[in-house]
């Protein structure tokens, strides 16, 4: 089938765009620039030029496919919670375009909505006010329209080659900066994680098996590393002290990014797993963390 992808030249959505292309399907991947668009074509796939403002260009690159993978999220933590509006509206135009047709729709969000003692499993829903609920929310009114529509939840740490800025690489990054590793507390919150191909092979079954509108998909292959063991490889690598901080003193530690320094979310794939047929297979994070995938380029 031919598939519309958003956020096809993203770290995810580049190994998703390579996933479907090797298993035949066509990709038409939305593309905001000359840069992108030369990606797409040189990895197989054909370019669609727009962005995730540009609703116009959404709606013709749904209406040309088969199917619709939103992975596109702007990265902007200074508007974020205008930016996770914007996600909503992203869905429903692309929903709106979908009306009336069987065509699949793969929406993302993430497992970190859920920050809380005991394991997450797929059926749960969040009432956290955070604002990418925003994601959800928008994905269960299109499902409510008749659209075909999952949810593939990412954890914090979708890892591998080439993740630059994702949670990992900003822990090393704010580690550097202070001159030292922190958990806060005793650091027995748990990330759950999955490596970027095992996630992609996810979309790529999600897409092609049979879903009931409004499904969730978990694309975690661990359900919970402790952090007090990412921050302690972190130390080690970078040869400094690990401490740790109260929950007054994280907000100045992690800045914006304490939220997630103190997730607490053990996240279940067991239903997913049996759902998809899914066997997660490529390295772990700390198998990766004990590479030289995330400390070569900070040298």
């Known amino acids: 089938m031919k598939v519309f992808v958003t956020g096809a030249t993203g770290f995810v959505g580049t190994a998703v765009v390579q996933e479907l292309l090797n298993e035949g399907h066509q990709v038409l991947g939305l593309a905001r620039s000359e840069e992108s668009a030369n990606k797409l074509i040189a990895a197989g796939a054909e370019a669609h030029r727009g962005d995730l403002n540009d609703f116009e260009s959404l709606k013709s690159g749904a209406a040309a496919s088969d199917a619709v993978i939103h992975l596109g999220f702007i990265h902007d933590f200074a508007q974020f919670e205008e930016m996770c509006a914007l996600d909503g509206k992203v869905i429903e135009t692309i929903g709106e375009t979908l009306m009336g047709t069987d065509k699949p729709f793969l929406i993302t969000s993430g497992t970190a909505l ?42 914090p740490s979708v890892h591998g080659k080439g993740d630059v800025i994702g949670f990992v690489p900003t ?51 661990e359900q919970g590393i402790p952090f007090k063991d990412i921050a302690a490889h972190i130390a080690e690598r970078l040869q400094l002290p690990v401490v740790s901080v109260t929950n007054d003193e994280a907000a100045e530690h992690f800045g914006w990014f304490v939220h997630f320094a103190k997730l607490n979310n053990l996240t279940s794939s067991e239903e997913t797993k049996s759902a998809l047929g899914w066997n997660p297979q490529h390295p772990t994070l700390m198998e990766d963390l004990k590479g030289d995938i995330y400390f070569t380029y900070l040298q």
């Open 171 to 221: 822990l090393i990054r704010i580690a550097k900066e202070k001159g030292k590793s922190a958990v806060v507390s005793d650091g027995h919150n748990f990330w759950p994680a999955v490596h970027k191909s095992d996630a992609a092979k996810l979309y790529q079954l999600a897409l092609e098996k049979p879903f009931e509108s409004g499904t969730r998909y978990h694309a975690v292959a």
């Open 114 to 155: 859920f920050s809380r003692d005991g394991l997450t499993i797929e059926t749960d829903r969040s009432v956290n006010p955070h604002p990418r609920i925003a994601t959800e929310n928008a994905a269960d009114a299109v499902a409510g329209k008749g659209v075909k529509v999952a949810v593939v939840r990412l954890p």
